[in-house]
Nanobody
Framework: QVQLVESGGGLVQAGGSLRLSCTPPAVQTFSAYARGWFRQAPGKEREFVAT????????YYGDSVKGRFTVSRDDAKNTVYLQMSSLKPEDTAVYYCAGLFKGPVSDYYRDFLAYKHWGQGTQVTVSS
């Protein structure tokens, strides 16, 4: 089964920035209604972060990251990015990407059960 690959995580000070990438394995085609980011901190439920649809027209953000995070896509590289700015210690979590295969996107983007092909995740740690 295709498993997306996340990269770009790391340790950063509060107020800093990181850019995460999400891409299918080499030579794998991957089509979905949208590709999304979720995160999970220890002891907490998986939280919706952002989703971008296949055309880039529909974009949604979780309330806690609006105005600080930006999701984008580069179709030539089949990659979706999550640019994270003004990071806070509460952004510390493992960040996962996955494909949304239910539509319309507007109905399902927050439902992690509607996503498939989850990656292994990338750790983001924000120090105070």
């Amino acid at each position: 089964q295709v498993q997306l690959v996340e990269s770009g995580g790391g340790l950063v000070q509060a107020g800093g920035s990181l850019r995460l990438s999400c891409t299918p394995p080499a030579v794998q085609t991957f089509s979905a209604y949208a590709r999304g980011w979720f995160r999970q901190a220890p002891g907490k439920e998986r939280e919706f972060v952002a989703t971008i649809n296949w055309s880039g027209v529909e974009i949604y953000y979780g309330d806690s990251v609006k105005g600080r995070f930006t999701v984008s896509r580069d179709d030539a590289k089949n990659t979706v990015y999550l640019q994270m700015s003004s990071l806070k210690p509460e952004d510390t979590a493992v960040y996962y990407c996955a494909g949304l295969f239910k539509g319309p996107v507007s109905d399902y983007y927050r439902d992690f059960l509607a996503y498939k092909h989850w990656g292994q995740g990338t750790q983001v740690t924000v120090s105070s």
